[in-house]
């Protein structure tokens, strides 16, 4: 959700000046503007309830605090900052007692409605929407049924248990399944519907399209028709990324088998690739074919790691053997655990919840924290955090 500010102003320049001292506008803000004065202000408190309402008015009466008072009762999410000419410390009073947060005296000197702005959006949490873009973390299963997309939602709940906000995202275009791993509730919005409004996409439609699965978790579909899946455009997926990465501190990808070109464009802006598959020697031979296309497609090489699902002490392929085969980092081991992961899987519940103590809970809380420890930028989170390709392998 974007911080929704609306300006009041007694005419169009006076607006404009206020406005110019908020920050760029955003995925992350969204900014309504009108001319008016107390009276229209109270009206847009009621109606609308911003987040933060800014008004300049050359005169305040007690009757206009009045009117401001009873607006601002009806909307306690609403900080209201105040431009007006008085700054006796008994009109500071009753403002401050009529829920006025700061009054901000005019004419203005240099800075300071600035700063008064920067500090209330900071409280409303504007830090957290500005903060680096989402790391983008997708899911590669080697052949099917490698266990990506019980990891990728695994990973996506673990995640979000922690404050993370993430968006799980299913490119198994045309039919996806991650929803069924993490709930019983059924998107009514896909991919495809976002593909469709690409014109108008920003982070309200991105929300709109996304299922909440819990405050920090949301799910963003895969069609599961084939008539729809066709508006799901590599050009798609990338604006989606690019809208996503400002919302999110994970964008989390289950990218599903089909290399085509809206996975590669996922894969394109992933800063990790996690290669998942299992100690046998038909996942070590699809592994490798895709490890040679990426390659080709000249992913730098520290962006590639393996996950080894399923695996069982004393298998006759040791993880080390298989990473060694493979040429690139193990970066996590994910035990067998069939009842556990079955009963979730098959009751559309988090691991997490089903089996807290299980093996591979463990393990999946060990990937978040591995993933969090990293921030975009530092060695092994991706190439500057862009996730583009670079140089070549071998
Ligand atoms: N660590 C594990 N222990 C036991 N069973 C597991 C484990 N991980 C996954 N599975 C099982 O493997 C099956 C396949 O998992 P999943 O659907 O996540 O694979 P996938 O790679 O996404 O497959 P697909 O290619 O069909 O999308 C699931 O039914 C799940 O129960
Ligand atoms: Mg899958």
Same mark, same amino acid.
């Given at each position: 959700?974007?911080?929704?500010?609306?300006?009041?102003?007694?005419?169009?320049?006076?607006?404009?000046?206020?406005?110019?001292?908020?920050?760029?506008?955003?995925?992350?803000?969204?900014?309504?503007?009108?001319?008016?004065?107390?009276v229209e202000a109270a009206a847009e408190i009621e109606r609308d309830q911003p987040d933060l309402l800014v008004i300049e008015s050359p005169r305040v009466a007690d009757g206009d605090l009045a009117l401001l008072e009873s607006s601002l009762l009806t909307a306690p999410k609403t900080t209201a900052l105040l431009l007006a000419p008085e700054h006796s410390s008994e009109f500071l009073l009753k403002a401050m007692r009529a829920g006025v947060r700061e009054v901000i005296p005019t004419p203005l000197v240099n800075g300071e409605l600035a700063a008064a702005l920067g500090r209330q959006l900071e409280r409303l949490g504007l830090q957290r929407f500005a903060s680096p873009a989402a790391r983008v973390i997708a899911f590669v299963p080697a052949k099917g049924g490698s266990g990506a997309t019980f990891l990728a939602s695994s990973l996506a709940v673990e995640l979000a248990s922690r404050g993370m906000r993430t968006l799980l995202t299913d490119l198994n275009v045309p039919f996806g399944d991650a929803a069924l791993y993490l709930t019983e509730a059924r998107p009514t919005a896909t991919l495809a519907d976002l593909a469709r409004q690409l014109a108008r996409l920003d982070a309200t439609l991105l929300d709109s399209a996304s299922l909440s699965i819990s405050d920090d978790l949301a799910l963003l579909a895969a069609p599961d028709s084939v008539e729809r899946y066709a508006d799901v455009t590599a050009e798609a997926i990338d604006r989606i990324l690019t809208v996503a990465r400002s919302r999110y501190r994970f964008v989390i990808l289950d990218a599903g088998r089909?290399?085509?070109?809206?996975?590669?464009?996922?894969?394109?802006?992933?800063?990790?690739?996690?290669?998942?598959?299992? +100690?046998? /020697?038909?996942?070590?031979? %699809? !592994? =490798?074919?895709l490890i040679e296309l990426f390659s080709g497609l000249g992913y730098d090489k520290g962006k590639l790691r393996l996950v080894l699902?399923?695996?069982?002490?004393? +298998?006759? /392929?040791?993880?080390?053997? %298989? !990473? =060694?085969?493979?040429?690139i980092e193990l970066a996590h081991l994910i035990p067998n655990s069939y009842r556990s992961v079955a009963w979730a899987v098959n009751h559309g519940q988090p691991i997490q919840e089903s089996a807290p103590r299980d093996a591979v809970t463990r393990a999946i809380a060990q990937m978040a924290g591995r993933l969090m420890s990293k921030g975009p930028g530092e060695p092994g989170a991706g190439p500057g955090g862009s996730g583009g390709r670079r140089g070549l392998w071998h």
């Open positions: 959700m974007s911080i929704r500010i609306s300006v009041i102003g007694p005419d169009a320049q006076r607006i404009a000046d206020i406005s110019s001292a908020l920050p760029a506008a955003s995925d992350s803000l969204a900014l309504k503007t009108a001319t008016g004065g107390i089909g290399i085509d070109p809206v996975t590669i464009r996922g894969l394109d802006r992933a800063d990790e690739i996690l290669l998942v598959a299992q +100690a046998s /020697i038909p996942y070590l031979h %699809a !592994a =490798r074919r699902n399923r695996h069982e002490r004393g +298998a006759e /392929i040791s993880p080390a053997d %298989a !990473a =060694r085969t493979l040429g």
